[in-house]
């Protein structure tokens, strides 16, 4: 232990005595620390954001989507699954892309035509105002209800009931305010199914959703509107239908596949830096041989001066490490500032990188201890 902790202090004193060469041998290794928390977190963070959104519907909620253009299904096709005993509301919507404009303001949306029964459905809840009433389908009314993310790029308020705004060349009034949730939903405008329709010129829906009577006849309301759909579109191949489950465990899927792939990526920069340190390590040792040579003549043994030197390249790999890990919880913090996200380090990530950077001062730093060790007192009082 003793002769672990002068070989420590020694590999300190060495670390602090050259400070901008080692702050820029641990440069790599910072930078890799960094990249591969950050882009883990933000992936992890991104993935959990909409995992609740998707939960937040519900594990009774089934989605329906037509995928064959030639394919043509109005409501009434749709809401003929309320026959089935299994199946406890139908909701069908046609989502159109647009521009909403106040005044000089404006902004993208994708605006969603809904029945009265949608927003219960899907699980939306309100702030203020209504939602979106059955007299608003009949009238096609050019009626609105708004996510708190449009409300404050449009208007800069919440404020909003009452307010108009334009959009598709018609002008809305805002009738009701969305419940922040933190997800998509923020994002979105709801407008009566038959005012969509008209503004894009078409009664054909292509999405639905399809609330099961309970969880425990998820899968038998899957297999009623299957068999529903078969009659309507005679292919099975002419639509999809998913439930909550099925979805969460794909997305889970892809996203693992996306962490593994950018901490992957960001590793490689993990890997330059440990070359960095072999390279200074080799410089160390051409330096420092009289102080090598001096130490074996005095007794040190060979392992001795590798662990000397083994401890330094790990200090170097580590701190490095430890500095990234601070970088990255302020990166992080800044991130989410700028984006309005909330976004949390991913510990394990963390945890995984840090052991890294030990595995990598061990390695890249294993070879120039090996051949500081190998000298003879001889030899290195002569070279220097």
């Given at each position: 232990m003793t002769m672990f902790l002068n070989s420590l202090r020694l590999a300190i004193r060495s670390t602090l005595a050259n400070k901008m060469r080692s702050f820029l041998t641990m440069l790599g290794i910072i930078i890799g620390v960094m990249s591969v928390i950050i882009l883990v977190s933000i992936a992890q963070s991104t993935t959990s954001s909409i995992t609740s959104a998707i939960a937040s519907?519900?594990?009774?909620?089934?989605?329906?989507?037509?995928?064959?253009?030639?394919?043509?299904?109005?409501?009434?096709?749709?809401?003929?699954?309320?026959?089935?005993?299994?199946?406890?509301?139908?909701?069908?919507?046609?989502?159109?892309?647009?521009?909403?404009r106040s005044g000089s303001t404006y902004t993208?949306?994708?605006?969603?035509?809904?029945?009265?029964?949608?927003?219960?459905?899907?699980?939306?809840?309100?702030?203020?105002?209504?939602?979106?009433?059955?007299?608003?389908?009949?009238?096609?009314?050019?009626?609105?209800?708004?996510?708190?993310?449009?409300?404050?790029?449009?208007?800069?308020?919440?404020?909003?009931?009452?307010?108009?705004?334009?959009?598709?060349?018609?002008?809305?009034?805002?009738?009701?305010?969305?419940?922040?949730?933190?997800?998509?939903?923020?994002?979105?405008?709801?407008?009566?199914?038959?005012?969509?329709?008209?503004?894009?010129?078409?009664?054909a829906i292509t999405t639905a959703y399809v609330k099961a009577s309970s969880t425990n006849t998820v899968d038998i309301a899957q297999a009623q509107t299957e068999y529903h759909m078969l009659q309507l579109t005679r292919s099975e191949d002419s639509y999809t239908v998913y439930n909550m489950s099925e979805i969460l465990d794909t997305l889970d899927d892809v996203m693992s596949t996306l962490s593994l792939m950018l901490g992957g990526i960001a590793a490689i920069s993990l890997l330059v830096g440990g070359i960095g340190i072999m390279n200074i390590m080799l410089v160390s040792v051409a330096e420092r041989t009289r102080e090598i040579?001096?130490?074996?003549?005095?007794?040190?043994?060979?392992?001795?001066?590798?662990?000397?030197?083994?401890?330094e390249a790990c200090v170097l790999s580590i701190l490095g490490g430890l500095i990234g890990l601070g970088l990255s919880a302020l990166g992080l913090r800044i991130f989410a500032m700028i984006a309005d996200m909330t976004i949390a380090i991913e510990w394990r990530a963390a945890v995984v990188a840090l052991l890294f950077c030990v595995v990598i001062g061990v390695a890249f730093g294993s070879y120039p201890a090996a051949k500081a060790s190998k000298m003879t007192p001889i030899e290195a009082l002569q070279r220097n």
């Open positions: 519907m519900g594990s009774d909620l089934l989605t329906i989507s037509v995928t064959d253009e030639d394919v043509n299904l109005d409501v009434d096709d749709f809401m003929g699954l309320k026959q089935y005993d299994a199946i406890a509301g139908v909701a069908p919507y046609l989502t159109v892309s647009s521009t909403a993208s949306v994708s605006a969603i035509g809904i029945t009265e029964e949608y927003m219960g459905i899907a699980g939306v809840k309100m702030e203020a105002g209504r939602e979106i009433v059955a007299s608003d389908l009949d009238w096609r009314t050019y009626t609105a209800v708004v996510g708190t993310d449009i409300a404050g790029k449009l208007f800069e308020s919440y404020d909003v009931i009452g307010k108009t705004f334009t959009m598709s060349g018609h002008t809305f009034t805002i009738v009701g305010l969305l419940a922040e949730t933190g997800s998509d939903t923020d994002s979105q405008v709801l407008i009566p199914l038959t005012t969509a329709q008209r503004i894009a010129d078409s009664t040579g001096i130490r074996k003549a005095i007794g040190a043994r060979r392992s001795h001066i590798m662990m000397q030197f083994l401890i």
